[in-house]
Antibody
Framework: EVQLVESGGGLVQPGGSLRLSCAAS????????MHWVRQATGKGLEWVSA???????YYPGSVKGRFTISRENAKNSLYLQMNSLRAGDTAVYYC????????????WGQGTMVTVSS | DIQMTQSPSTLSASVGDRVTITCRAS??????LAWYQQKPGKAPKLLIY???SLESGVPSRFSGSGSGTEFTLTISSLQPDDFATYYC??????????FGGGTKVEIK
């Protein structure tokens, strides 16, 4: 079964750091671009970062310089290192796979909650 | 960044109704548009990609159309399982992906 499972969420103080993980199974992880998308409670979806199969990375302005996406193909794992966290970063964080033939997010994880609060 | 504007933000409909949701892009995105369905507490589910291609396993009552800056998602006959929130997403600019604000389909 094709699956993505996130972990690492929790409560962190403003200015703190957190590292999210996403474990992939059921497909050849190294062959797919991977992304992180977040959703604040009651709000819409916001793209957070992307990493290509060659390790190229992309970020929106809201997290650039604070968040770092990485992957470890040998472990079928995706990561998101989040530094200098703010209250506005509070959200459910999803990892998602892009199927190259469609260009869209065809597989999503169940999400992990990150709460930034003192 | 490309802005995606969905309308309406909320839609009240009955089972069996034909439902149309619109998504407008602030600049042309060709056909690089996807539609997702999200239910409370769940991850989004891909319905349509490349503006009009139906994802495998998605019922044929869902269809997408449009290109350039204006797109629509149509549900031909609304079913009880379809009450959810729907999002459009552009992927014309891979380094600047953006979603619409969402359309909540409620029971009338």
């Amino acid at each position: 079964e094709v699956q993505l499972v996130e972990s690492g969420g929790g409560l962190v103080q403003p200015g703190g750091s957190l590292r999210l993980s996403c474990a992939a199974s059921g497909f050849t992880f190294s062959s797919y671009d991977m992304h992180w998308v977040r959703q604040a409670t009651g709000k819409g979806l916001e793209w957070v970062s992307a990493i290509g199969t060659a390790g190229d990375t992309y970020y929106p302005g809201s997290v650039k310089g604070r968040f770092t996406i990485s992957r470890e193909n040998a472990k079928n794992s995706l990561y998101l290192q989040m530094n200098s966290l703010r209250a506005g970063d509070t959200a459910v964080y999803y990892c998602a796979r892009v199927r190259s033939s469609s260009g869209a997010f065809d597989i999503w994880g169940q999400g992990t909650m990150v709460t930034v609060s003192s | 960044d490309i802005q995606m504007t969905q309308s309406p933000s909320t839609l009240s409909a009955s089972v069996g109704d034909r439902v149309t949701i619109t998504c407008r892009a602030s600049q042309s995105i060709s056909s690089w548009l996807a539609w997702y369905q999200q239910k409370p507490g769940k991850a989004p589910k891909l319905l349509i990609y490349k503006a009009s291609s139906l994802e495998s396993g998605v019922p044929s009552r869902f269809s997408g159309s449009g290109s350039g800056t204006e797109f629509t998602l149509t549900i031909s006959s609304l079913q009880p399982d379809d009450f959810a929130t729907y999002y459009c997403q552009q992927y014309n600019s891979y380094s600047r992906l953006t979603f619409g604000g969402g359309t909540k389909v409620e029971i009338k």
